[in-house]
């Protein structure tokens, strides 16, 4: 039976797009690789950084640096309260701090075209919360053990230190993300459709997720 008599049959809608929100060294990057690649889907993530710099009138590194991460005041703001510091980093707020909301209002404007046009795995940025009144969009968040992650990032980056702080980090900036332009709990699972543990393997978890949205077909 076919993705669009799946859904026929069941009177689920015919979903168009996925999100994939993903914890930092969970492989959920690769996993939305391997989804688009399967559905002959665009891939909406690092790849497009250069459309994005190219829109905001900056380099690819300066839209590097500020990609998926709230301004830097709020970072900081954020970090300082976590660790009793509110009253210091409230009075460093930098002016250059605007470059990450112009940066964001780029990637919500992209993925809003990319839901609308169909056909797109959409990686990060907010978008579970960016398309959560589309229908059309199923939400997946994509987790792993810390230990496992660890390892995963040891293997890709070829480090030996300093990873534990380097995830930390990372998952705090995107959870810091969601609360600066979305007011959302990054792991809130009523934003999702479907979590996946992607220690049953990637190819598994992107069948899982195909299989949950109803657009698994034949293997090729």
């Known amino acids: 039976m ?3 008599a799946i859904h026929a049959a069941t009177s689920r809608p015919l979903f168009r797009s996925i999100t994939i929100s993903r914890e930092y060294g969970s492989g959920g990057a690769e996993i939305a690789k391997r989804l688009a ?3 002959g889907w665009k891939l909406v993530d690092d790849c497009l950084l250069g459309e994005i710099a190219r829109q905001a009138n900056v380099d690819p590194e300066t839209a590097r640096r500020y990609d998926e991460r709230p301004n830097p005041w709020f970072d900081r703001l954020v970090k300082a309260i976590w660790h009793g510091g509110y009253e210091g980093a409230a009075t460093r707020i930098e002016a250059s701090a605007c470059d990450a909301d112009h940066i964001a209002q780029l990637w919500t404007r992209l993925i809003h ?3 609308e046009a169909g056909g797109a795995v959409i990686v990060g940025r907010g978008g579970q919360c960016i398309l959560r009144d589309r229908r059309d969009a199923f939400h997946v968040l994509v987790q792993a053990p810390f230990e496992v992650r660890i390892e995963n990032l040891r293997r890709l980056l ?3 230190a300093g990873l534990e702080i380097l995830t ?3 998952d ?3 959870a810091a993300y969601l609360r600066r332009y979305f007011d959302e709990d990054w792991k809130n ?3 999702y459709h479907l979590i996946v543990n992607s220690t049953i393997g990637l190819d598994c978890a992107v069948e ?3 299989t949950a949205a109803a657009l698994a077909g034949p293997c090729s």
């Open 158 to 160: 070829g480090l030996a």
């Open 113 to 115: 075209q990319s839901a």
């Open 168 to 170: 930390r980090d990372t």
């Open 2 to 4: 076919s993705a669009l």
């Open 37 to 39: 690649d399967r559905l």
């Open 172 to 174: 705090r900036r995107r």
């Open 208 to 210: 899982a997720v195909l």
């Open 189 to 191: 699972p009523q934003l």
